[in-house]
């Protein structure tokens, strides 16, 4: 795992192999991981070397630590391409993991502007807001905060929300949906989104931002999600 006489650095070194023997499946999740002592000694480096290395695969989710037990092989990240329109529940069953929902809020509200700007709709029009937690494997994943026009979906309910909510559209409501556009970009969780997702206030999170469409054009809605960065990372296909 470390040759001393290459040019790269040994942490780096320690990190690339630690990371490989983890995907490559000799380490895996759970795994309790040597400590920075036994590595230092192992490989005849600095403890400040082996911490360094450490810090970084903790930071990119590989490990995790638990104070006064140690290092340990983290849960994987959940690799989402960006390309398709899915649903979270079709993504997590395309992956074998049980997705589940947890409503934290539904209720109706009006439309301020940034929600009117998103679903072309009149400014106070009447609009339902759902603010759920989604779940693979029964852990948190997501924290979704989702509108729709009342008049465009006037049966939903709590219950039927409480599933794929674009089966619900298209197989239960009878609307097709065509395609949507989306954002996403880096921040850090705030302190009630560290509650509601279990993670630290400040941990890294992906923020994304949807609007979906209908065929005829019409907006469907409009969902603003906060990921964990420790359990999801998104990929894009580009052809030149």
Do not use: C, W
């Not at 695969?57 to 638990?66: E, K, S």
């Not at 994943?141 to 939903?156: H, K, Q």
Request: no cysteine; glycine share 6%.
């Amino acid at each position: 795992m470390i040759d001393k006489s290459s040019p790269l650095p040994i942490y780096y070194q320690l990190e690339k192999g630690i990371k490989d023997m983890i995907e490559n499946g000799h380490l895996s999740q759970g795994d309790t991981l040597p400590s920075e002592r036994e590595y230092a000694e192992m490989f005849e480096v600095s403890r400040m070397t082996v911490r360094q290395a450490i810090n970084n695969l903790v930071n990119d989710g590989y490990l995790t630590r638990m104070r006064g037990k140690g290092t340990f092989v983290a849960s994987q990240k959940i690799e989402q391409p960006l390309k398709g329109l899915t649903s979270f529940s079709e993504d997590m069953r395309a992956r074998n993991m049980e997705p589940a929902t947890k409503i934290i809020d539904f209720k109706r509200t009006n439309a301020d502007p940034e929600i009117t700007d998103h679903l072309k709709v009149s400014e106070g029009s009447e609009v339902y807001e759902l603010k759920r937690v989604r779940l693979a494997d029964q852990l948190p994943m997501a924290y979704e905060t989702l509108y729709i026009s009342t008049s465009l979906v006037p049966g939903l309910t709590m219950e039927s929300a409480m599933g794929s909510f674009y089966q619900y559209i298209e197989h239960s409501v009878g609307l097709k949906i065509k395609n949507a556009t989306q954002t996403l970009e880096a921040s850090n969780a705030r302190k009630v989104e560290g509650e509601i997702l279990q993670i630290k206030e400040g941990a890294p999170v992906l923020l994304i931002e949807r609007t979906s469409f209908l065929e005829n054009g019409t907006p469907l809605e409009y969902v603003k999600s906060v990921y964990r960065g420790d359990r999801y990372k998104f990929t894009i296909e580009m052809d030149r």
